[in-house]
């Protein structure tokens, strides 16, 4: 029993050395403590600072963020003074050109058959982008490379266009008795004399009357059976004047008979 | 036996005694004031370090945003010297 409680006794202590020994490994000294508050000041410290200098570096950043907004301003003014214009009208341009830019989208994505039947506002993308030209803005960077796209798309419907116009040259009355009637009624022209309007609204740059044409001119056949609105009141008002004029002289000759000079 | 006794009684009261000087004798730790002035002064520093890393952050993004504009500015004037060319011509 002695032994028992000797033994017991033993084994309490090397219990309570062994846990004593391991507290003693994890608790601070006042040293270690010591040694740990002076080096996370010191770490307060140099961080104050470093943020300290953050912020002036930031605040620095800021006002040339902001001085930098002035100076593009100025200068994008300075840009259009440069060519006589201004913000407002640099907008308005820009606008401008979007509407083309979307017009000449739209025309691109047309068949050729479909453009061919579209042939007029392909000359009006034609003529609008030559207008674009006539604005001074055209020569900033900005513009002037949507303009010349603009530009390369109006030539290549063109081209496209030229491709698919028939074209007739024009003979002589006496030989080969060439107007715009006859012309029409030709099996591999229209094969119809009713439809001569087309060819003279086609042919508008070329002629001013529809009873004149002449000999080596290269009239353009638009494609299509029918007439236009236009076309058909070309007619309308040729007709007219033509009745107009017989009422008040002898009966004429059919109409668009003209000979070819 | 006795002499067994003898021994396990004076190794059992060295060991207590040891035991007792570790728990009781050598404790001069700091005390929890200490402690929690140590503590406060990590939790700040962990605190600084995370405000100048945003602080970094904001730093880099405003470079880019001047480096950006600047390019911007840069681009007016060749522009500039790109249209007085052509009104010369």
Redesign the interface.
Known sequence: M??NA??F??L???L??S???A??QQ????D??QQ??NK??Q??ND??T??KA??G??SE??A??VS??G??EK??D??YA??GSDREKAAAYRTEIGGVEAKAGELMRLSDADLLARSSEVKDLEAASKELWNNKLA????F?DRVTELDNKAKSMTETLAKQVKTYTVGTWSKDRDCLWNISKKPDIYDNAWMWPRIWQGNRDQIKDPDVIHKGQILKIPQGKEMNDEEKAAAKKYYGKKAAAAAQAVPQAPPAAAPAK | MSKLNRMATTIGVTLLFSASLLQFGCSSGPDEKQLTSLQTLKDEVAQLEKEIKDKEGKKGELDKIIAEKMAGVKKINDDMAIVKQRLAK
């Open positions: 002695k032994l000797v033994l006794i033993v309490a202590a090397a309570t050395l846990v004593g020994l507290s003693a608790e601070m000294t006042k270690q403590w740990e508050m996370y000041t770490t307060r961080l104050q470093k943020s953050l912020d570096s930031i950043a800021n040339k963020s930098l907004d100076e593009y200068s994008l300075e840009l440069l060519v020569l900033i960077p900005e002037w």
